[in-house]
């Protein structure tokens, strides 16, 4: 299977809460498989590359929006203490 590479592109970081700039993301078996710097990245024979300047990607947001709906009646408080 070959490899995706996402070339000099800018990505948002959660664990430091910041977006880094210049950077190649490469995708392959179905995962994101290594992140890092544009000088740092090494071409394999089959990569398809895409040059993704000017461009953002958000890896690992999952959308943990949920309506929780409860029936309040009188004294609903009492009920959940």
């Known amino acids: 299977m070959k490899r995706k590479v996402l ?33 740092s990245y090494e071409k394999q024979d089959g990569d398809e590359v895409m040059f993704l300047e000017g461009k953002y990607i958000l890896p690992g947001l999952i959308d943990c929006h949920v309506h ?14």
């Open 7 to 39: 070339n000099n592109v800018t990505y948002f970081d959660s664990h430091s809460g910041n977006m880094i700039e210049d950077s190649v993301i490469i995708y392959e078996n179905n995962k994101i498989s290594w992140i890092g710097g544009t000088s």
């Open 68 to 81: 929780l709906e409860m029936h309040m009646g009188t004294n609903y408080e009492r009920q959940y203490l």
